[in-house]
């Protein structure tokens, strides 16, 4: 276990990721009298304008039409760095009812395929991490499937992927449910068990905020179990109110479990990108403006995850499990003492 106070030797907060379609939003303010979506171009020069942001994802096939080594170099002289890829199974409408998990052989060939060719892309991009969300993977009847074959169809579907580039870090992404009723990936538990049958060494985990919350986890206890018996390769920040994956902005809800989670994940020795899983594009609010603000949101809460980190009242209160001081001083370190 490692243990950081100085926020300097992991979870290094100058990486910062978001979605690409996040910069989507309001496309008929910022593209006036264009027919068409905007390109991935369009979408990357105005995430460019964004201060402090550092990186971002691509998905994949959806966002990859040309070379990636060529996309990478023109996302390179905007100044932004590729952090990973996320693969999207929406290309054969077959999918719909499973990627790895589909009844056909041939189909679910297709998708093993298919997350091969995004890894290769990645690479070539020059990124080594492939983050795959199973969303297509599981069931909405009783009686619909046969769940272990499901499961070992599952298995060995990620056990491929995995095995075609040990280079390359593979991370599920799990979800409780949507577009499925319900997920084969639902939870940290299910995931971990997942990865310990599959038994690859590039093998981990993204947490995305709020499929955790309406997963009815605790975010922090979530990361400390993916860091005893996996790892915690991606970490999407977003809000919600636990019913749903709202895509608010960060800490605009739950802002005492964030902090928790990013002073875990310190504390476990995380240093990837933190990502912006967040939908400004739902409603159409200013995205450039949307991730400043989570960003500047993060910065602060790593501030007071430095303050708790070195407050040793913290640490005594948490050994005796003395709930009313943890809370009292958290507050007093969020806000200020009383004078």
């Given at each position: ?95 719909k009812l499973g990627a790895f998990t589909h009844p056909d052989e ?41 769940y272990e074959k499901m499961w070992q169809h599952e298995i060995d ?121 967040t939908f400004p594009d739902m409603t159409g609010l200013d995205p ?52």
């Amino acid at each position: 276990m490692h243990h950081f106070t100085d926020g300097t030797d992991a979870l290094n907060p100058t990486r910062f990721a978001t979605r690409l379609n996040s910069f989507a939003s309001a496309a008929h303010r910022e593209w006036p009298g264009q027919p068409t979506k905007p390109s991935v171009v369009q979408m990357a020069n105005r995430a460019a304008r964004v201060k402090g942001l550092t990186d971002l994802d691509l998905n994949y096939p959806d966002h990859v039409t040309e070379n990636p080594k060529e996309l990478s170099q023109r996302l390179s002289n905007l100044g932004l760095s590729i952090n990973g890829f996320a693969m999207r199974y929406y290309t054969n409408p077959a999918f719909k009812l499973g990627a790895f998990t589909h009844p056909d052989e041939v189909v679910r060939r297709e998708a093993i395929d298919l997350t091969k060719k995004g890894i290769d892309a990645a690479r070539e991009a020059g990124s080594s991490l492939m983050t795959i969300w199973l969303g297509q993977d599981g069931f909405d009847y009783a009686f619909q499937v046969d769940y272990e074959k499901m499961w070992q169809h599952e298995i060995d579907g990620i056990r491929e992927v995995c095995e075609h580039d040990p280079d390359c870090l593979i991370s599920i992404e799990y979800k409780p449910n949507e577009p499925r009723s319900y997920s084969l990936m639902p939870d940290a538990a299910t995931t971990l068990l997942a990865i310990k049958d599959v038994g690859a060494k590039n093998l981990g985990v993204t947490l995305d905020f709020a499929h955790v919350l309406y997963a009815d986890e605790q975010p922090a206890f979530a990361a400390a179990m993916i860091a005893r018996h996996s790892r915690v390769l991606g970490v999407h920040l977003n809000d919600g109110y636990a019913k749903r994956d709202d895509g608010l902005m960060v800490g605009a809800v739950h802002t005492l479990q964030t902090i928790e989670l990013l002073r875990q994940i310190r504390r476990d020795g995380y240093d990837g990108a933190i990502y912006f899983d967040t939908f400004p594009d739902m409603t159409g609010l200013d995205p450039v403006h949307e991730c400043e603000v989570n960003i500047k949101t993060v910065q602060r809460m790593l501030k007071v995850v430095d303050r708790l980190e070195q407050d040793n009242r913290l640490a005594s209160a948490i050994v005796r499990q003395d709930a009313v001081s943890t809370q009292a001083i958290v507050q007093e370190l969020m806000f200020g003492a009383e004078h």
